[in-house]
């Protein structure tokens, strides 16, 4: 809170006036230091959520493609850490400091709250004002509204008046219950600090104090007791923080001495009273609960006037002075003392977030990050192994398709070879045995016995039966001569190449079932076209051949040519799958 340093106070009653603004810097104060280190926090864990959440969606792609770099553990423990960063940047933004009142009915408890608010909020009044808890927390929205427990009903309140006649109208409300007051941030610095102040009702009025502080207290990061400096502390005062220190380690306790102002009549007994009440409120922090030291002790102990300084602030926003709020003398000692109490409170509660709160919530985000960057230095590291293995995979690959390129070239030229030494071969063959079989040409010309008659008309049948005859004779010889032959060539040939190309394959893929492109029986076709051969043969009726039988040899060997070009024909289209 800023007004305390944001203004001078004069020990005279008549000199206390406002002082000129300060620049940022200087009107820090510990709660907005604080406020400040708090959006960085915020700040910082947004970033890391971003960066989890970002990461997490690339490692699920990336275990998608390549497990062997993410593996499931590594991915959960992401996912993981995802959703405790969601959880902690959740807590960081709801998180508030909590200050809680208590003390006896009437000691000044609602004006105390209002007083640091700076203006009437919540209802006080002679008697019992307050009968349930009151938690003041600042409204996003800007408006006024309370909420009781167990309902989201937003139930507008315009004025301290309003609050009273709603928390009335409440008649089911219980004093354990809590209701939460939203305030405007904008009229209130510690409410847009996020501290929530809690009002509760007198701690003489209830036997229920462990229920009290099971429901209200456990996440208090500051007590503040209100006592009476009219009267000294009371059992059930005492005994309400002595059962809160047994449940909290070493609570932040504060105790006002309220309606100082009242010392004011007599004047000569002040600083003895004063004192008197100090040794008692030490004795009662240092020795009783042992929450804090004699040197801490002292500066956890004030004297104050509530209702002055809340009359002093209502005061100077309608533009009056200050001191108009005083209802004693001695007004501006105990109004520096009150903002001297602010600014210790200020400095307690930051200090008591960072530790209860924030600090964990920082120390949990820093073994988040440094786990998840242990995670991913493992990830990167493998991902560089995996890298480096595929690469050499790869070179490896290239080398192998390069050997087996240069292989399939050299097989090739191998085959083209076998091809011309197997046509050469099948030219061989077919020539000799055509050869063969023209010298054996009689025996065919015998073989045919067709009646002969020298009409022309037959003589054209006779002939043309005899070209066949020949014709057919002469093809169903070369094939019983050849073809086996042929076929066993070509076979083996193609054994040949099939092995050559197996040892290509992989060792595991070598067995595999070689189809063999012509698996049709080989068989050779002669065309001897006897018709056009013969066409220029003249028969004599006396039965003599106009050319004599080297005339015929000569013509048939053209015809052996014929199908050597054939076979060479034939024997390139078996092999053209190569
Ligand atoms: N003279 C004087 N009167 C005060 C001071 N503080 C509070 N009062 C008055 O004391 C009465 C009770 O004050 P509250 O703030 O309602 O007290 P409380 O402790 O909240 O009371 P409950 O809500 O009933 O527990 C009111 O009339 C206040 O005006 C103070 O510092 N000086």
Redesign the pocket.
């Known amino acids: 809170m800023a007004a305390y340093i944001n203004r001078t106070i004069g020990f005279g009653d008549s000199l206390v006036t406002p002082r000129s603004p300060l620049s940022d810097e200087q009107i820090s104060s510990p709660l907005q230091v604080f406020g400040q280190a708090k959006k960085q926090i915020n700040k910082i864990f947004v970033d890391v959520q971003d960066y989890v959440a970002d990461a997490s969606e690339r490692m699920i792609d990336v275990n998608k493609l390549c497990p062997d770099v993410i593996n499931e553990n590594e991915l959960k423990s992401m996912l993981d850490y995802r959703s405790k960063v969601k959880g902690i940047c959740e807590v960081l933004t709801r998180d508030h400091m909590k200050v809680a009142f208590f003390?006896?009915?009437?000691?000044?408890?609602?004006?105390?709250v209002n007083a640091m608010l700076g203006e009437k909020v919540l209802?006080?009044?002679?008697?019992?004002?307050?009968n349930c808890f009151l938690q003041v927390e600042g409204s996003q929205t800007g408006e006024a509204y309370l909420v009781t427990e167990g309902s989201n009903e937003k139930q507008n309140v315009e004025s301290v008046t309003h609050l009273a006649h709603a928390l009335n109208y409440e008649k089911q409300l219980n004093e354990k219950e809590l209701v939460h007051v939203y305030w405007p941030k904008d009229k209130c610095s510690l409410l847009r600090d996020d501290v929530a102040l809690v009002?509760s009702?007198?701690v003489d009025v209830t036997p229920h104090l462990d229920d009290w502080i099971d429901a209200h207290c456990i996440d208090a990061d500051v007590f503040v007791l209100?006592a009476n400096a009219e009267s000294t502390l009371m059992v059930t005062e005492k005994n309400f923080f002595h059962k809160v220190s047994t449940k909290l380690s070493k609570p932040n306790i504060f105790i006002l001495n309220?309606?100082?102002?009242?010392s004011a009549n007599e004047p000569e007994f002040l600083d003895q009273v004063r004192k008197q009440h100090m040794e008692r409120a030490t004795d009662f922090l240092v020795k009783e609960l042992k929450v804090c030291t004699p040197e801490e002790a002292v500066s956890r102990v004030f004297f104050?006037?509530?209702?002055?300084v809340l009359q002093a602030r209502v005061k100077e926003r309608s533009g009056f002075p200050l001191n108009s709020g005083a209802?004693a003398d001695g007004f501006g000692a105990r109004y520096l003392e009150f903002e001297d109490f602010e600014r210790k409170f200020e400095e307690c509660i930051s200090k008591s977030a960072i530790k209860t709160k924030f600090l964990n919530h920082s120390q949990q985000g820093k073994h988040l990050v440094k786990e998840m960057l242990k995670i991913m230095e493992t990830i990167h590291n493998r991902s560089q192994e995996q890298t480096h293995l595929k690469m050499c995979q790869k070179k490896e690959f290239q080398e192998k398709l390069n050997f087996i390129e240069q292989q399939l070239i050299s097989i090739t030229n191998q085959m083209k070879m076998k091809i011309h030494q197997m046509v050469d071969d099948v030219e061989d063959k077919v020539s000799k045995a055509l050869n063969d079989e023209i010298r054996r040409l009689s025996v065919l010309v015998d073989e045919f016995n067709l009646p002969f008659h020298p009409e022309a008309l037959v003589l054209n049948v006779y002939k043309k039966e005899l070209h066949s005859h020949v014709e057919a004779g002469l093809g169903s010889n070369l094939r019983a001569r050849l073809s086996t032959a042929l076929a066993m060539n070509i076979d083996q040939s193609q054994r040949e190449m099939i092995d050559k190309m197996s040892t290509l394959l992989p060792e595991d893929k070598r067995n595999i079932n070689v189809t063999n492109p012509k698996r049709e029986p080989f068989e050779v076709l002669y065309r001897l076209h006897c018709d056009n051969l013969c066409g220029d043969f003249h028969e004599q009726l006396e039965f003599k051949f106009s050319w004599g039988l080297s005339k015929l040899v000569t013509r048939v060997s053209s015809l052996a040519n014929w199908s050597r070009n054939q076979s060479r024909v034939l024997i390139v289209n078996i092999f053209g799958c190569f």
């Open positions: 003390g006896r009915t009437s000691n000044g408890k609602s004006t105390v209802p006080s009044g002679i008697g019992h004002t307050t009002d009702p007198g209100v309220n309606r100082w102002d009242a104050i006037s509530a209702k002055e209802l």
